[in-house]
């Protein structure tokens, strides 16, 4: 086990009844709030005129700022950094999934900092503070509601960046699982995929032993790969989302990568493609991963056969164990169709025209490697999007 | 699932790196430490004289209060309350295992008291601020170091109570699995008890459906079992006593009772044994949790059915599910008789004269139940005892 610090402060509201808890919660970091969200389906839902209400109800004035699109945008950032500081705001709260919340967590470092916050998503500075972000979540897939991190895409060249830092974790976060169960079932794959990306992502590692963490981990994935296809056949199955919206928190809170370097290339592999062609990152997520397997599993035939056992109840065979690695990446493949993803290029429109200039992007220019269970350089990534086709 | 808040902010530090640390970490809590321990085998072993070199190091004027006992005891709180006190303590840093770690919390709680700080294990009172408390662990065990949990034993009356209280998680844990390495067989033993205990306490719920959780204990048990054997085999094997270290900590740290609730009657009917014969905690658990099974088994034969199977590898038998559950109360008895436990009364030479005494203390004279899986009374509590005999 590799030595670790690990500390994840996000206070968690978990169910039915805390919602009209959120002005009193709110109020414990300040006066001034500006909720953030994305479009119209939190206001049609019923849930933005709740938090108004509840802000306004705990004495709080509160400003608003919609719009964040899947993969958000920089320019709304600027925008929200404006607005933060013309109004003095002691408290963003993002309201949605991922994107509403790494859209928050850009303009929270951005708002106390006097350089351009694209720099923390290039590595240029290392963001030290950000004003409290609070969330209430709509949708189990990203993990932002309690992780560290934070994804935006710069649209001048299409770049897609994280970063990651500890005044990012929110406050606190609300999850209600009712408020997926209006979520389209394109949008829960979606969801689904992600979570399991994150778990798998940390699984894939060359750190050892981890015997811990790897139990812990299949349990999440078994979780999710359980409830997923529950929720897609009923929809309004409040037992199931409470499975797999607190799965998806979980998968991505840090804690299932103590001890261990996890890989993330796909993650970053992905970026490009949702950078460039504009797809969810999830669909993106269900086309790369398999073929990122296809191309490490001989680093670590093992690990591959214990993931397809433990996780998809492959038969052990011990005498040819690729053969139980490759069953593991069919079964995840299956899985992912079953849910309703696409897992080949080809299926979504994208031919193999741009894998050059998306490998070069993803590893600026060969200037490094992406992924650490087998470190990738651009001739790497080219090879994985054709295996992807 | 019900509805929860969960939050644990405790920063943890694990491996062997941050020990040296100490200094730098403390002084994030103030400038003068309370340094709280048991006997001498902190001394002995080094930690102790490495502590002192570490906050003398930053530059912290530190005070020292040893003598610490298993199952800790009032008075020594009392005497730590005014060492605090007098000495305008900032910080207490326990070193050592549940008992010292325990101790710091009452005594933290205790400072900025003006009543009583037995007021907080009776109930009379609810501690709503403490000093802050560090630790540096060594011993794997009670979940003491991020959990918000105390049990101190009142020795007029012997009365062993707990309280648990937001401001008693530790801000921080230094967790060095090396520290474990010299620990006496028993003590491991009864370390692995302890830990597997605060697991299946959580999982015996009759909140459904929790399957995430389940699999998240089922898959901490497993880590435990897969790793005790290990450790008593090969004392001084680092990774081993890195999972079961950390295992240890995760088991005892709320995350694994989100939205379930837990039994907890074995650890009452426990610490009733402990206070009043003195005998360890884990050695006491030992004996209670499978008479208290056995007790238990028949209000949800699936649960203890699914327990066997998936903890234990019991096979399934669908047929005769009671069947299954007896075999996995067999294989807890038969793994804890491996690592040296005993698993019943009469094998420690405690007989049937204060089986009475004992059930009504537990119950404080039957004025409440206890356990929340099958809420005990007196008389059930007298029925468990003979079951261990």
């Given at each position: ?14 169910g ?11 109020s ?58 013309e ?21 929270a ?26 969330t ?116 991505h ?9 996890g ?38 035939v ?17 005498f ?20 309703g ?38 001739k ?10």
């Amino acid at each position: 086990m590799d030595d670790f610090v690990f500390q994840n402060p996000t206070r968690i509201y978990f169910g039915k009844s805390h919602e009209t808890e959120v002005g009193r919660i709110a109020s414990q970091y300040g006066r001034r709030v500006l909720v953030h969200f994305g479009g119209q389906s939190a206001e049609r839902s019923g849930l933005l005129p709740l938090i108004r209400k509840e802000l306004a109800g705990a004495g709080l004035a509160y400003f608003e700022l919609g719009g964040v699109q899947p993969n958000p945008r920089l320019s709304l950032v600027y925008r929200g950094i404006e607005l933060c500081r013309e109004n003095k705001i002691d408290l963003i709260l993002a309201v949605g999934g991922g994107s509403a919340i790494d859209s928050a967590k850009a303009i929270a470092a951005g708002v106390p900092y006097s350089g351009d916050v694209w720099d923390f998503y290039t590595g240029r500075a290392a963001p030290e503070k950000a004003l409290p972000i609070g969330t209430v979540l709509t949708i189990p897939a990203a993990g932002s509601e309690s992780s560290p991190g934070s994804v935006i895409t710069k649209e001048e060249g299409l770049l897609k960046r994280a970063v990651n830092a500890d005044c990012l974790f929110p406050r606190f976060s609300i999850l209600n699982p009712e408020r997926a169960t209006t979520l389209p079932s394109a949008q829960v794959a979606n969801g689904v995929t992600d979570i399991m990306c994150h778990l798998m992502e940390r699984y894939f590692t060359n750190s050892r032993p981890v015997e811990f963490t790897d139990r812990l981990i299949e349990a999440t994935l078994r979780t999710v790969i359980a409830s997923a296809p529950r929720v897609l056949a009923n929809p309004t199955s409040y037992d199931d989302w409470a499975e797999l919206m607190w799965a998806g928190t979980i998968a991505h809170n840090n804690l299932l990568n103590t001890g261990r370097e996890g890989d993330w290339a796909s993650h970053d592999i992905e970026h490009e493609l949702s950078a460039l062609y504009d797809i969810a990152h999830g669909a993106g997520l269900a086309i790369v991963t398999p073929a990122w397997m296809k191309y490490a599993l001989k680093h670590d035939v093992a690990r591959f056969a214990q993931y397809a056992v433990r996780v998809w109840g492959a038969e052990d065979n011990y005498f040819d164990p690729e053969r139980v690695a490759r069953e593991g990446i069919a079964r995840l493949e299956a899985f992912w169709r079953s849910v309703g993803q696409k897992v080949r290029l080809s299926e979504i429109g994208i031919d193999d025209s741009r894998f050059t200039e998306m490998a070069r992007k993803c590893t600026d220019g060969d200037t490094h490697s992406v992924g650490h269970f087998v470190p990738l350089h651009s001739k790497d990534i080219e090879a994985i999007y054709r295996l992807a086709l």
